[in-house]
């Protein structure tokens, strides 16, 4: 019996096992959905990354926070956070300043222009999720979240 993926991905041959399929289901749907997001994010000129760093810019407050803390809670990393902050910093995102005695401790800060452009993002991003969660229902949902939540423990142990 053909499975859902296997057809999506036009795939003769079944899966090996569970645990493949379910991984490979895994990388498709986040393929899927980072491409719309992508895609929903480009009117707007920036990327999914550099939304998550608006994100994370705009709930640290005026406090700002330094360039390992920013890659440390972005959701996917990057192998260079600083040079990502960079192209922030000249698109007029996000400042960054060297607020203490010791010189290399740099914090970066969301800008006017940052803030403005990630609280516009809100309701959009709201219904953009809602197009791709809504039909779900509360209870999967909450079901899924838990189950991902499992999954990304085996990073942990």
Known sequence: MTSA??????QG??????????????????????????????GYGITGTQYNVLRILRGAGKAGLC?????????ARVPDATRLLD??????LVSRDRDTPDR???TS??????????NELDEPIRSFDRAWFGHLGRAKLQQLLELLAQVRQVEAA
């Open 67 to 75: 360039r390992n803390e920013v890659g440390e809670r972005l959701i």
């Open 87 to 92: 192209r922030m910093v000249e698109m007029g």
């Open 104 to 106: 290399r401790y740099v």
């Open 5 to 10: 993926l296997q057809a999506e991905l036009k």
């Open 109 to 118: 800060r969301i800008t006017a222009k940052g803030l403005k452009l990630v």
């Open 13 to 42: 041959r079944p899966f090996g096992t569970l645990e493949e399929e379910a991984s490979v289901a895994i990388l498709r749907t986040a393929a899927v959905f980072g491409h719309a997001l992508a895609e929903a994010l480009k």
